[in-house]
């Protein structure tokens, strides 16, 4: 059943229900490698009637839970009534085999911005992952927010979100230069800071003391808190630069200096000079 008239002008409509089908069900395990879907010959006949723009892109609702997604065409040879589609875009619309879908031919503006986030950290441990993702992407016609795309490098499947594209929630990535950027990982856990046996210093004569008539010593609490009070300096973390970590030093330096010019004259001790006394002479 086809519908017209759903936000289109005249005759650049396309709008019909499918029941859709995963790609296990044909011998075209290729389509989960991109955002292509596989449409009936009738829906050929339709599209070449109307003014599109090509490459063909299709809005993908799901009527039970409105969720919606995005696609192009990879080729019309599907059975009457039906569409191929990739698992993963099934997952992202909450299909079932056999469910039934509305798609709808769209025109979307080109993408200048999309942020990825990937679902496990070990997709940044690949060499080049931004590589990785061009070379998956040029299979993709287009991306929507809210879906999750799956790459498959050397064996292996990273699951990866659409968190934000720009300038709408749906773009074209179709012969576009477009920015992207990447978002920490969903299972990133940053490291809370805590004590290192780095940072204790030693503190000499810390303990506790005692005279000799058994009596502890009152003031030695004073001195090891005078040592403890000692500045300290991070460690720098990775990938960042600490500036100025010598200003305690200079500042402590600086204040010495100060006192030192600032002590007053009489304070001084005199130094011993000898032979500087009366004379005597003795008389016989």
Sequence with gaps: MFFDGYGYEGTSSFEHIYRCYSASFIDKSEIENGDKIIMPPSAL???ACL????PMMFELRNGASERVSHCGVLEFTADEGTIYMPYWMMQNILLQEGDTVRVKYVSLPKGTYVKFQPHTKDFFDISNPKAILETTL????????????????????????????????????????????????????????????????????????????????????????????????????????????????????????????QEPPHQKQQKFQPFIGKKYFLKG
Excluded: W
Aim: aromatic residues 10%.
């Design 138 to 261: 040029r299979k993709f016609s287009c991306l929507t927010t809210g879906d999750t795309i799956m790459v498959t490098y050397n064996n292996k499947k990273y699951y990866i979100d659409v968190i934000e594209t720009r300038p709408t929630n749906a773009i074209s990535i179709t012969e576009t230069d477009c920015e992207v950027d990447f978002a920490a990982s969903l299972d990133y856990k940053p490291t809370t800071s805590s004590k290192t046996p780095d940072n204790v210093k030693f503190n000499p004569f810390s303990g506790t003391g005692r005279r000799l008539d058994g009596n502890q010593i009152s003031n030695v609490n004073s001195l090891s808190s005078r040592a403890s009070s000692s500045p300290t300096f991070s460690r720098p973390s990775r990938g960042k630069i600490v500036f100025g970590s010598n200003f305690y030093h200079s500042k402590e330096s600086g204040k010495e200096k100060t006192e030192t010019k």
């Design 45 to 47: 006949d339709r599209l």
């Design 51 to 54: 003014r599109i723009d090509y």
